[in-house]
């Protein structure tokens, strides 16, 4: 069983960055592909970012790339999502996610373990 706890999330304007951070129990932290996924109002939860047990891959949605980045840090069970050059489209509730089982990266379903979600506004 994991738990994850996301926090960082909050009010920002336009041009400006936020670091998320994910913070996972469990002693097999280091084995699991980690997700970043985000769900705005009236829409489906879409896939955001992932990083290999390793860190040595990334992966990222095309509307985040060169401005999101995505990391690990297996000594202390936490992946990060730093967000630079923030959009108001990039406003919505943003959750991690564990995979423990080296699923498809982008799909919801391949992740077992889900944080609670943090909240990020962009205003313009």
């Known amino acids: 069983q994991v738990q994850l706890v996301e926090s960082g999330g909050g009010l920002v304007q336009a041009g400006g960055s936020l670091r998320l951070s994910c913070a996972a129990s469990?002693?097999?932290?280091?084995?699991?592909?980690m997700g970043w996924f985000r769900q705005a109002p009236g829409k489906e939860r879409e896939f955001v970012a992932a990083?290999?047990?390793?860190?040595?891959?990334?992966y990222y949605v095309d509307s985040v790339k060169g401005r999101f980045t995505i990391s690990r840090d297996n000594a202390k069970n936490t992946v990060y999502l730093q967000m630079n050059s923030l959009k108001p489209e990039d406003t919505a509730v943003y959750y991690c996610?564990?995979?423990?089982?080296?699923?498809?990266?982008?799909?919801?379903?391949?992740?077992?373990?889900w944080g609670q979600g943090t909240q990020v506004t962009v205003s313009s």
């Open positions: 996610a564990a995979d423990p089982d080296l699923g498809t990266y982008d799909y919801p379903r391949s992740y077992d373990y």
């Open positions: 469990g002693r097999t932290f280091s084995r699991y592909t």
């Open positions: 990083i290999s047990w390793s860190g040595g891959t990334t």
